[in-house]
Protein backbone atom coordinates (compact mmCIF):
# COMPACT_ATOMS: atom_id res chain seq x y z
CA UNK A 1 0.00 0.00 0.00
CA UNK A 2 1.08 3.64 -0.66
CA UNK A 3 1.18 6.15 1.67
CA UNK A 4 1.03 9.49 2.16
CA UNK A 5 4.07 11.23 1.05
CA UNK A 6 5.13 14.22 3.58
CA UNK A 7 2.73 17.09 2.19
CA UNK A 8 0.23 14.39 1.60
CA UNK A 9 -0.87 15.68 -2.11
CA UNK A 10 -1.20 13.00 -4.37
CA UNK A 11 -4.46 11.36 -4.76
CA UNK A 12 -3.35 7.95 -4.46
CA UNK A 13 -1.78 8.99 -1.31
CA UNK A 14 -4.78 10.71 -0.31
CA UNK A 15 -6.76 7.74 -1.39
CA UNK A 16 -4.77 5.46 0.62
CA UNK A 17 -5.14 8.01 3.25
CA UNK A 18 -8.90 7.64 3.30
CA UNK A 19 -8.80 3.66 3.02
CA UNK A 20 -6.56 3.58 6.44
CA UNK A 21 -9.13 6.17 8.16
CA UNK A 22 -11.83 4.02 6.78
CA UNK A 23 -9.95 0.69 8.30
CA UNK A 24 -9.13 2.72 11.83
CA UNK A 25 -12.67 3.48 12.10
CA UNK A 26 -13.71 -0.01 11.51
CA UNK A 27 -10.87 -0.93 14.22
CA UNK A 28 -12.72 1.33 16.51
CA UNK A 29 -15.99 0.17 15.82
CA UNK A 30 -14.59 -3.68 16.38
CA UNK A 31 -12.91 -2.47 19.45
CA UNK A 32 -16.37 -0.77 20.69
CA UNK A 33 -18.29 -3.92 19.53
CA UNK A 34 -15.87 -6.48 21.57
CA UNK A 35 -16.11 -4.03 24.74
CA UNK A 36 -19.52 -5.21 24.68
CA UNK A 37 -19.49 -9.02 23.19
CA UNK A 38 -21.63 -11.28 25.49
CA UNK A 39 -19.50 -13.43 27.70
CA UNK A 40 -21.07 -16.81 29.22
CA UNK A 41 -20.36 -16.30 32.80
CA UNK A 42 -19.39 -19.14 34.51
CA UNK A 43 -17.84 -20.12 38.38
CA UNK A 44 -15.98 -22.97 36.95
CA UNK A 45 -14.08 -20.34 34.84
CA UNK A 46 -10.44 -21.48 35.03
CA UNK A 47 -8.84 -18.42 33.62
CA UNK A 48 -10.18 -16.59 36.40
CA UNK A 49 -8.34 -16.31 40.05
CA UNK A 50 -12.17 -15.81 42.07
CA UNK A 51 -10.56 -16.85 45.19
CA UNK A 52 -8.69 -13.57 45.27
CA UNK A 53 -11.51 -11.56 44.46
CA UNK A 54 -12.15 -8.60 47.27
CA UNK A 55 -15.72 -9.94 46.91
CA UNK A 56 -18.04 -12.29 45.33
CA UNK A 57 -21.71 -12.05 43.68
CA UNK A 58 -24.40 -14.84 43.46
CA UNK A 59 -27.83 -14.55 42.40
CA UNK A 60 -30.14 -16.75 44.54
CA UNK A 61 -33.64 -17.05 44.11
CA UNK A 62 -33.89 -13.69 42.21
CA UNK A 63 -31.73 -11.91 45.35
CA UNK A 64 -27.91 -10.69 45.14
CA UNK A 65 -26.09 -12.49 47.67
CA UNK A 66 -22.45 -10.11 47.92
CA UNK A 67 -20.29 -12.24 49.44
CA UNK A 68 -16.29 -10.77 51.49
CA UNK A 69 -13.86 -12.58 50.69
CA UNK A 70 -10.40 -12.00 52.47
CA UNK A 71 -8.32 -14.00 51.05
CA UNK A 72 -4.56 -14.18 51.97
CA UNK A 73 -1.43 -15.86 50.01
CA UNK A 74 -0.04 -16.77 53.06
CA UNK A 75 -0.52 -20.92 52.79
CA UNK A 76 -3.61 -21.03 54.51
CA UNK A 77 -6.03 -18.75 52.76
CA UNK A 78 -6.08 -16.07 55.48
CA UNK A 79 -7.68 -17.64 58.56
CA UNK A 80 -6.23 -19.44 61.23
CA UNK A 81 -7.25 -23.18 60.06
CA UNK A 82 -7.54 -22.42 57.12
CA UNK A 83 -9.32 -21.49 53.77
CA UNK A 84 -12.68 -20.39 55.56
CA UNK A 85 -11.84 -16.35 53.94
CA UNK A 86 -12.57 -17.33 50.12
CA UNK A 87 -15.50 -18.81 48.42
CA UNK A 88 -15.05 -22.46 47.13
CA UNK A 89 -17.20 -24.38 44.67
CA UNK A 90 -18.97 -26.85 46.88
CA UNK A 91 -20.32 -23.77 48.46
CA UNK A 92 -21.91 -22.82 45.31
CA UNK A 93 -23.10 -26.68 45.01
CA UNK A 94 -24.90 -26.26 48.10
CA UNK A 95 -26.50 -23.30 47.36
CA UNK A 96 -27.57 -23.89 44.04
CA UNK A 97 -29.17 -27.41 45.82
CA UNK A 98 -30.56 -25.56 48.44
CA UNK A 99 -32.13 -22.71 46.25
CA UNK A 100 -34.05 -25.76 43.70
CA UNK A 101 -35.06 -27.52 46.92
CA UNK A 102 -37.74 -25.29 47.92
CA UNK A 103 -39.03 -28.13 50.52
CA UNK A 104 -35.74 -28.09 52.43
CA UNK A 105 -36.07 -24.59 53.16
CA UNK A 106 -39.27 -24.60 54.20
CA UNK A 107 -37.84 -26.00 56.92
CA UNK A 108 -37.21 -24.01 60.36
CA UNK A 109 -33.49 -24.75 61.58
CA UNK A 110 -30.82 -25.13 59.73
CA UNK A 111 -26.86 -25.51 61.40
CA UNK A 112 -23.77 -24.57 58.88
CA UNK A 113 -20.71 -26.41 60.19
CA UNK A 114 -17.69 -25.12 58.49
CA UNK A 115 -18.70 -22.08 56.90
CA UNK A 116 -16.28 -19.85 56.29
CA UNK A 117 -17.46 -17.01 54.78
CA UNK A 118 -21.11 -18.25 55.60
CA UNK A 119 -21.93 -17.83 51.68
CA UNK A 120 -24.19 -20.94 52.06
CA UNK A 121 -26.03 -20.59 55.32
CA UNK A 122 -26.86 -17.02 54.07
CA UNK A 123 -28.11 -18.34 51.19
CA UNK A 124 -30.42 -21.03 52.98
CA UNK A 125 -31.50 -17.63 55.26
CA UNK A 126 -32.28 -15.81 51.59
CA UNK A 127 -34.40 -18.78 50.83
CA UNK A 128 -36.28 -18.65 53.66
CA UNK A 129 -35.12 -20.97 56.69
CA UNK A 130 -36.53 -19.24 59.78
CA UNK A 131 -33.45 -19.58 61.57
CA UNK A 132 -29.90 -20.47 60.21
CA UNK A 133 -26.77 -20.70 62.64
CA UNK A 134 -23.43 -20.40 60.44
CA UNK A 135 -20.27 -21.39 62.10
CA UNK A 136 -17.01 -22.35 61.97
CA UNK A 137 -13.99 -22.99 64.52
CA UNK A 138 -11.95 -19.87 63.27
CA UNK A 139 -12.09 -16.57 64.72
CA UNK A 140 -11.62 -14.62 61.18
CA UNK A 141 -13.76 -16.26 59.44
CA UNK A 142 -16.72 -16.02 62.28
CA UNK A 143 -16.06 -11.91 62.10
CA UNK A 144 -15.84 -12.24 57.93
CA UNK A 145 -19.15 -14.49 58.00
CA UNK A 146 -20.96 -11.58 60.69
CA UNK A 147 -19.99 -8.78 58.03
CA UNK A 148 -21.47 -10.79 55.17
CA UNK A 149 -24.83 -11.14 57.45
CA UNK A 150 -24.84 -7.29 57.53
CA UNK A 151 -24.20 -6.70 53.96
CA UNK A 152 -27.23 -9.29 53.25
CA UNK A 153 -29.38 -8.01 55.44
CA UNK A 154 -30.42 -11.59 56.94
CA UNK A 155 -29.52 -10.70 60.67
CA UNK A 156 -32.94 -11.38 61.64
CA UNK A 157 -32.34 -15.20 60.61
CA UNK A 158 -29.23 -16.13 60.36
CA UNK A 159 -26.62 -15.70 62.86
CA UNK A 160 -23.01 -16.79 63.22
CA UNK A 161 -21.44 -18.66 65.96
CA UNK A 162 -18.03 -20.45 66.56
CA UNK A 163 -18.15 -24.11 66.97
CA UNK A 164 -15.09 -25.94 66.70
CA UNK A 165 -15.67 -29.65 65.93
CA UNK A 166 -15.84 -32.25 68.86
CA UNK A 167 -16.00 -29.27 71.84
CA UNK A 168 -18.99 -29.39 73.65
CA UNK A 169 -19.51 -26.34 74.93
CA UNK A 170 -19.76 -24.70 71.23
CA UNK A 171 -22.24 -27.59 70.52
CA UNK A 172 -24.31 -26.65 73.57
CA UNK A 173 -23.95 -22.75 72.69
CA UNK A 174 -25.33 -24.22 69.24
CA UNK A 175 -28.21 -26.43 70.69
CA UNK A 176 -29.23 -23.79 73.06
CA UNK A 177 -30.26 -21.17 69.84
CA UNK A 178 -32.19 -23.99 68.72
CA UNK A 179 -33.75 -24.12 71.82
CA UNK A 180 -32.28 -27.37 72.49
CA UNK A 181 -33.14 -29.21 69.53
CA UNK A 182 -31.78 -30.83 67.12
CA UNK A 183 -31.87 -28.84 64.02
CA UNK A 184 -33.96 -30.03 61.19
CA UNK A 185 -31.02 -29.53 58.69
CA UNK A 186 -27.31 -29.42 59.36
CA UNK A 187 -24.83 -28.22 55.80
CA UNK A 188 -21.58 -28.17 55.24
CA UNK A 189 -19.23 -27.25 52.36
CA UNK A 190 -15.94 -28.58 51.72
CA UNK A 191 -15.42 -29.44 55.17
CA UNK A 192 -13.99 -33.16 54.51
CA UNK A 193 -11.32 -31.13 52.76
CA UNK A 194 -7.67 -32.73 53.28
CA UNK A 195 -6.05 -30.21 55.47
CA UNK A 196 -8.43 -30.98 58.19
CA UNK A 197 -8.20 -35.04 57.71
CA UNK A 198 -6.66 -35.02 61.54
CA UNK A 199 -9.89 -33.24 62.52
CA UNK A 200 -12.50 -35.58 60.54
CA UNK A 201 -13.48 -37.88 63.51
CA UNK A 202 -14.50 -34.61 65.43
CA UNK A 203 -16.26 -33.46 62.63
CA UNK A 204 -18.09 -37.08 62.93
CA UNK A 205 -18.65 -36.19 66.45
CA UNK A 206 -20.45 -33.01 65.99
CA UNK A 207 -22.61 -34.19 63.42
CA UNK A 208 -23.32 -37.43 65.55
CA UNK A 209 -24.45 -34.67 68.69
CA UNK A 210 -25.61 -32.25 67.34
CA UNK A 211 -28.02 -34.42 64.38
CA UNK A 212 -31.63 -36.16 65.70
CA UNK A 213 -33.58 -38.71 63.47
CA UNK A 214 -35.02 -36.56 61.69
CA UNK A 215 -31.89 -34.48 60.68
CA UNK A 216 -31.01 -34.12 57.49
CA UNK A 217 -27.07 -33.79 56.82
CA UNK A 218 -25.90 -32.50 53.71
CA UNK A 219 -22.42 -32.34 52.13
CA UNK A 220 -20.94 -30.54 49.10
CA UNK A 221 -17.18 -31.38 48.57
CA UNK A 222 -14.51 -31.65 46.06
CA UNK A 223 -13.21 -35.17 46.38
CA UNK A 224 -9.24 -34.45 46.80
CA UNK A 225 -7.06 -37.16 48.38
CA UNK A 226 -7.52 -40.86 50.34
CA UNK A 227 -7.09 -39.01 54.20
CA UNK A 228 -11.73 -38.45 53.36
CA UNK A 229 -12.40 -42.36 52.54
CA UNK A 230 -12.25 -43.01 56.55
CA UNK A 231 -14.62 -40.31 57.17
CA UNK A 232 -17.06 -41.63 54.90
CA UNK A 233 -15.95 -45.21 55.88
CA UNK A 234 -17.48 -44.13 59.40
CA UNK A 235 -20.36 -42.22 58.34
CA UNK A 236 -21.50 -45.17 55.91
CA UNK A 237 -21.77 -47.28 59.94
CA UNK A 238 -24.42 -44.49 60.50
CA UNK A 239 -26.19 -42.81 58.28
CA UNK A 240 -28.29 -43.96 54.83
CA UNK A 241 -26.05 -41.56 52.08
CA UNK A 242 -27.44 -41.26 49.20
CA UNK A 243 -25.58 -39.02 46.42
CA UNK A 244 -27.24 -35.86 44.59
CA UNK A 245 -24.16 -35.22 41.83
CA UNK A 246 -26.98 -35.64 38.90
CA UNK A 247 -28.50 -32.69 40.27
CA UNK A 248 -24.97 -30.60 40.68
CA UNK A 249 -25.18 -26.75 40.07
CA UNK A 250 -24.33 -26.58 36.06
CA UNK A 251 -21.21 -24.79 36.11
CA UNK A 252 -19.85 -27.87 37.17
CA UNK A 253 -21.45 -30.70 35.91
CA UNK A 254 -18.23 -31.52 34.16
CA UNK A 255 -15.87 -31.37 37.24
CA UNK A 256 -16.23 -34.93 38.43
CA UNK A 257 -14.56 -34.49 41.78
CA UNK A 258 -17.33 -32.38 42.94
CA UNK A 259 -20.08 -34.03 44.93
CA UNK A 260 -23.33 -33.57 47.05
CA UNK A 261 -24.41 -36.24 49.33
CA UNK A 262 -27.65 -36.49 51.48
CA UNK A 263 -27.41 -38.26 54.96
CA UNK A 264 -30.07 -39.30 57.72
CA UNK A 265 -29.72 -41.51 60.39
CA UNK A 266 -30.14 -45.25 59.89
CA UNK A 267 -32.61 -46.70 62.40
CA UNK A 268 -30.62 -48.85 64.76
C1 LIG B 1 -12.31 -25.28 52.64
S1 LIG B 1 -13.08 -24.26 53.82
C2 LIG B 1 -14.72 -24.20 53.18
C3 LIG B 1 -15.40 -22.92 53.47
C4 LIG B 1 -16.80 -22.85 52.87
N1 LIG B 1 -17.67 -23.80 53.50
C5 LIG B 1 -16.74 -23.09 51.37
O1 LIG B 1 -17.10 -24.19 50.91
O2 LIG B 1 -16.36 -22.17 50.62
C6 LIG B 1 -13.32 -25.33 55.26
C7 LIG B 1 -13.82 -24.58 56.49
O3 LIG B 1 -13.87 -25.53 57.58
C8 LIG B 1 -13.39 -24.90 58.75
N2 LIG B 1 -12.83 -25.91 59.66
C9 LIG B 1 -11.78 -26.73 59.45
N3 LIG B 1 -11.50 -27.46 60.53
C10 LIG B 1 -12.41 -27.09 61.46
C11 LIG B 1 -12.66 -27.50 62.81
N4 LIG B 1 -11.88 -28.40 63.41
N5 LIG B 1 -13.69 -26.94 63.47
C12 LIG B 1 -14.48 -26.02 62.85
N6 LIG B 1 -14.30 -25.57 61.60
C13 LIG B 1 -13.26 -26.11 60.90
C14 LIG B 1 -12.31 -23.96 58.24
O4 LIG B 1 -12.05 -22.91 59.17
C15 LIG B 1 -12.90 -23.47 56.94
O5 LIG B 1 -13.65 -22.30 57.11
Not at 74 to 96: K, L, N, Q
Not at 171 to 176: A, K, L, R
Request: hydrophobic share 35%; aromatic share 6%.
Amino acid sequence: MQHPSNDGATVAAAAANKEDNNKEDNNKEDNNKAQWALVVHSHADQHVDRLTLPFRLFNVRGNTIKIHQEHKSDGSGGTCIGYGAAVYPSSIVMAHYLEHHGRLCNTTTLLEVGGGHGFSGIAAAVCGVRSVVTTDGDDISIQLTEKNIVENNVSTNCHATKLLWGNRDHEDIVMGIFGNRKPDIIIGSDVTACPYADALPKLMETLLYLSGPETTIILSFKSRNVDEESFWQKAATIFNISNRDRVIHPDFVNDSSLHLSILRRKKM
